[in-house]
């Protein structure tokens, strides 16, 4: 490959901002709270009880079922009493009140997030609280609130490698270059030339705080996550890519909290029952490499609590909002949803039948971050070391 | 009350327009949108909607204004709280906007509510003045072709508890050949029903994933019928799919061009069998723009126009096949609201395993909808499947199939007992 000067001078600016990152982060570091514990919340798009944990469902989470429920603390029985569209779901977990805003992520959340307060409070580093989405319905605006004392200088890093593959895929497309299926590494260039160019803003990205480029650590992480994305012989599909980002952002900075969203299921928007329930053995399997992952990596072995739920059901066969296409209607099935705890603090592997609410999440984690004292609707909940 | 005739249900002079526009701003502004929708739009409504909605307009017309406020106060209450006067809000018709706001109010679901009671009490009104309901037999058939591997058709869930598993004997292609067969088929029977209003096109319906219903149906056909067929769509779909695919990420912009492809000239790109077929070119750019699946995935446009037909035009007979759909493909897959064939270089692969399982269940979505209906009590329905060469019928009890369990049943016992559903 020649290397012309743009590259070479790209090249030598990388390794300067790199060496510059790096004495932030020494510097930022020695001023922060001493953080052991770390979280990993992993919310899942819409699926049904009935295609997951109940007598039918439980062929399409095989590793959920077998693997992880015998170490899991097991909540049947998980409302969301909010609105059930993905931006609005969300941002209520990580608020832990109950939002009402635009679908389609056009405003920042009403009360500050986890990631804020951690940040804040806990003072948090940047790379410290990530949000890696899967998911197009959601928006960068959902890292950091609107509130005047919080807001993005607190925020996640956000990001939503889904958007970026299809970006390429589609651009590749529109400029007349179909993709050949069988030749991934057609795509990798166009990938690449996505990153390195000027504006995220199409992408809803937002790292390090509302910046609007990627920093060169967020871009090395990107670049990883493709190249191991190409060379992959799994299924490409944009949970196994956000899955990649995923782990590449825990071997590099250990967050102390990091959120997944994966959304392959959601599929079922387009009506193809079978891919939808192929999209939820997709994340029974990802949640599955990553529960072993967490094992694995140094920084989070023993110390780390994995939260694994569904954003929501999906709507009831014979709905007038068309069965399990969406999750709009005011149901049981649409509303009531399960979650998984593993890891450093359950109390012991049990099934706790009380029924909880999405947003006490937020107290439960804050409590897991030692953050007590918050005026919210919900309670942390039992079978925890809090 | 109106002294103008409300009930005009061929066409709509300025002004039967302006009366009926008068007598839905009586209305609570969140009742508004879809009514003022289908006036508008009154060219495009089938003979049903015309009725109905004339009816609940003559209904509504002779509510005294202190009864009607007795009526609607606690929908306005209710509008009142959720400072709906302070949305963006159109009158004029239905809208994301419109939906989104609604959806995330606190107080949805008690709106729905009261929404469902107010226009309960005007239809009830309505019907008391009205010759409404039809006794005639009505009868869904659903295919599942040879190129479907179904092992059962209620394997996934059955449908309904008085629904019956046959074999059949004979060639299963058969019950359809029969069923469309121009002379002594279905539709021709509806037709000669049809007096004295006359055969409509929206009485029978055909509803297919590729092109080959119209195949059985002889030329001429003497009876109206309304065919959809998704393989000879595909010109007129891809240049939707590729406009759809420039909305942008707002729900305001989203409605806008929405708005602009409903009164957009698509006729290039229509198919010759739907020439001069305004309304059912309105009902394909409807059900396109509504989403579930019905630009992306065949089955999901079988289903969804068949329950929208359903819900919109209460047709007596529903033929509805459904088709193979194609493996996403590697890699393009993730960008799957793309056109596959446009965006990736590989031949198509059909998935025969996943394209039943999505049958299975949607053709079940089919019956469930007609389920939501009054008409339902009159409606049979029979599924076939081509490669289990089975039958699975569920009828209203005096139709039930008189044949012993555990026979199998000729195509020509099946299609005599369809002409009996529709007696």
Redesign the interface.
């Known amino acids: 490959m020649t290397l012309t000067r743009r590259d070479l001078m790209k090249a030598v600016a990388a390794v300067v901002v790199e060496q510059w990152a790096g004495s932030r982060h020494l510097a930022f570091g020695e001023d922060r709270l001493n953080i052991r514990r770390k979280v990993v919340l992993i919310t899942c798009g819409g699926m049904r009880r009935e295609d997951t944990f109940a007598a039918d469902g439980l062929a399409n989470i095989p590793h959920l079922h077998t693997d992880l429920l015998s170490r899991a603390a097991f909540y049947p029985v998980v409302r969301n009493s909010g609105v059930t569209s993905h931006y609005n779901t969300i941002s209520s977990i990580f608020t832990g009140t109950w939002q009402r805003l635009d679908d389609w992520g056009k405003s920042r959340p009403a009360s500050p997030t986890l990631f804020e307060f951690l940040r804040k409070l806990s003072r948090l580093k940047s790379e410290d609280t990530w949000l890696i989405s899967s998911n197009k319905a959601l928006t960068s605006q959902i890292g950091a609130s609107a509130v005047r004392d919080f807001g993005p200088s607190y925020g996640a890093n956000v990001i939503f490698p889904k958007q970026l593959l299809i970006n390429a895929v589609v651009r590749a497309a529109a400029q007349g270059r179909a993709v050949k299926g069988t030749d991934r590494t057609a795509v990798q260039p166009e990938l690449i030339s996505m990153l390195n160019s000027d504006n995220y803003d199409g992408l809803g990205w937002s790292i390090s705080g509302d910046a609007s480029s990627l920093d060169t650590p967020t871009l090395g992480i990107m670049q990883q996550a493709i190249a191991d994305l190409i060379r992959t012989s799994d299924p490409v599909t944009g949970d196994e890519f956000t899955f990649l980002v995923s782990t590449e952002v825990m071997r590099r900075f250990a967050p102390s909290f990091l959120t997944i969203t994966f959304s392959d299921m959601e599929v079922a928007h387009f009506g193809s029952y079978s891919l939808h329930l192929a999209g939820i053995r997709t994340v029974d399997r990802l949640v599955f490499e990553l529960s072993k992952l967490i094992q694995e990596l140094p920084a989070y072995k023993d110390k780390t609590t994995l939260f694994v739920l569904p954003e929501f059901g999906r709507d009831l066969d014979g709905s007038t909002t068309n069965g399990f296409f969406n999750h709009r209607q005011n149901s049981d099935s649409t509303r009531l949803t399960w979650m998984l705890c593993l890891g450093d603090a359950i109390r012991k592997p049990q099934t706790i039948e009380d029924p909880i609410e999405q947003i006490d999440l937020f107290p439960t984690i804050a409590r897991l971050f030692e953050l007590n004292t918050f005026d919210l609707p919900g309670k942390p909940i039992p079978g925890m070391w809090l | 009350m109106i002294e103008k005739p409300l009930i005009a249900p061929e066409s709509l002079d300025l002004s039967i327009r302006d009366a009926w526009r008068v007598q839905i701003a009586r209305l609570p502004l969140s009742m508004q949108p879809a009514l003022n929708q289908q006036v508008e739009t009154w060219d495009n409504l089938f003979p049903f909607e015309q009725k109905r909605a004339a009816e609940f307009l003559h209904g509504l017309s002779s509510f005294q204004p202190d009864e009607l406020a007795t009526l609607t106060n606690p929908l306005h209450h209710l509008e009142q709280k959720m400072d709906l006067a302070h949305w963006k809000f159109s009158l004029a018709s239905d809208s994301m906007t419109n939906a989104?706001q609604l959806?995330?109010?606190?107080y949805?679901?008690e709106w729905?509510l009261e929404v469902q009671r107010v226009f309960s009490a005007v239809e009830t009104r309505a019907r008391a003045s009205a010759q409404f309901a039809s006794t005639a037999g009505r009868l869904i058939i659903v295919v599942l072709p040879d190129a479907l591997p179904i092992a059962s058709i209620p394997g996934y869930?059955p449908w309904d508890s008085r629904a019956v598993e046959f074999r059949i004997d004979g060639d299963p292609h058969r019950i359809a050949e029969l069923a469309l067969n121009s002379s002594s088929g279905l539709p021709a029977l509806i037709a000669s029903q049809s007096a004295p209003c006359g055969p409509m096109a929206s009485d029978s319906w055909l509803i297919d994933a590729d092109a080959h219903l119209a195949s059985l149906l002889e030329s001429p056909q003497p009876a109206p019928t309304s065919l959809l067929q998704y393989a000879a769509l595909k010109t007129f779909k891809d240049q939707f799919l590729s406009q759809v695919n420039t909305v942008p990420?707002?729900?305001e912009g989203t409605d806008q061009i929405l708005a602009q492809m409903r009164h957009q000239d698509w006729s290039p790109w229509w198919p010759a069998s739907l020439a001069g077929q305004d309304r059912l070119r309105s009902f394909v750019t409807e059900v396109f723009l509504s989403?579930?699946?019905?630009l992306?995935?065949s089955?999901?446009f079988v289903?969804?126009a068949a329950?929208e037909a359903i819900r919109r035009a209460r047709p007596r007979l529903v033929v509805a096949r459904f088709g193979l759909?194609a493996r996403?493909?590697?890699?393009?897959?993730?960008?799957?609201?793309?056109n596959q064939q446009?965006?990736?270089?590989?031949e198509d692969a059909y998935?025969p395993?996943?394209?039943a399982?999505?049958a299975l269940?949607?053709a079940?979505?089919i019956w469930?909808?007609a389920?939501?209906y009054p008409e339902a009590q009159q409606t049979s329905c029979i599924c076939i499947g081509e490669s289990s060469r089975s039958v699975y019928f569920i009828a209203p009890e005096a139709k039930r199939p008189a044949w012993p369990s555990g026979i199998a049943a000729r195509p020509e016992q099946i299609y005599n007992w369809m002409r009996n559903c529709l007696a």
């Open positions: 989104s959806a995330r109010s606190p949805y679901s729905r869930k990420k707002d729900i989403g579930n699946g019905a992306i995935f089955n999901a289903q969804w329950s759909r996403p493909k590697p890699f393009t897959g993730i960008a799957i609201f793309e446009r965006i990736s270089a590989l998935d395993e996943g394209s399982m999505d269940i949607l079940r979505y469930l909808s389920q939501r």
